[in-house]
T-cell receptor, first 111, second 111 residues
Framework: DTEVTQTPKHLVMGMTNKKSLKCEQHMGHRAMYWYKQKAKKPPELMFVYSYEKLSINESVPSRFSPECPNSSLLNLHLHALQPEDSALYLC??????????FGPGTRLTVL | DQQVKQNSPSLSVQEGRISILNCDYTNSMFDYFLWYKKYPAEGPTFLISISSIKDKNEDGRFTVFLNKSAKHLSLHIVPSQPGDSAVYFCAGWDAGNMLTFGGGTRLMVKP
């Protein structure tokens, strides 16, 4: 199994909603990542988990809350988002040495 | 400060010809450089990488060249095919498990 899966594919939520994005990989990778990508821009790193511990938080607002329940799963909990948070949210995983495998992303729209 | 720059936002090439995508970087600490290909509404797909201690890496139709003294790398695709039409991101990886992406170049291969 050489893929990263993400659910849901699309999500529409109001500013008062609480929702979660899920990511899963079974490649034995010990580093997992959340990226945010706006249209026509490169992916921007949000969080890095290494061996299930949060190692990097790129000054992301607290309305985004990551969680790594085990080595295969990564969640991103969303609460009180703003319309400008609408974007493609990408999960990735890696062993070491650069090559990150990306999931297909969740297209998030905040109304 | 943009550590990785792709100065050409778009490139148009005839099918069968060579596509050359360029990337410049400023961070001397990158250990690896990677190229990703991205179709609309999908996550980036890893294409090819090169270690900072090498100057060339080839994989089928794709070759990446690294010029460390100029802090420049390029991706050559030959022969180009219509299915290669996508956005290509160059990325630098440092030992902190971080990928820094360039802004992307949209490649259009015309039949």
């Amino acid at each position: 199994d050489t893929e990263v899966t993400q659910t849901p594919k699309h999500l529409v939520m109001g500013m008062t909603n609480k929702k979660s994005l899920k990511c899963e990989q079974h490649m034995g990778h010990r580093a997992m990542y959340w990226y945010k990508q706006k249209a026509k821009k490169p992916p921007e790193l949000m969080f890095v988990y290494s061996y299930e511990k949060l190692s990097i938080n790129e000054s992301v607002p607290s309305r985004f809350s990551p969680e790594c329940p085990n080595s295969s799963l990564l969640n991103l909990h969303l609460h009180a988002l703003q319309p400008e948070d609408s974007a493609l949210y990408l999960c990735a995983s890696s062993l070491t040495q650069g090559e990150q495998f990306f999931g297909p992303g969740t297209r998030l729209t905040v109304l | 400060d943009q550590q990785v720059k792709q100065n050409s936002p778009s490139l148009s090439v005839q099918e069968g010809r060579i596509s050359i995508l360029n990337c410049d970087y400023t961070n001397s600490m990158f250990d690896y450089f990677l190229w990703y290909k991205k179709y609309p509404a999908e996550g980036p797909t890893f294409l090819i990488s090169i270690s900072s201690i090498k100057d060339k890496n080839e994989d089928g139709r794709f070759t990446v060249f690294l010029n460390k003294s100029a802090k420049h790398l390029s991706l050559h695709i030959v022969p180009s095919q219509p299915g290669d039409s996508a956005v290509y991101f160059c990325a630098g990886w440092d030992a902190g498990n971080m990928l820094t992406f360039g802004g992307g170049t949209r490649l259009m291969v015309k039949p």
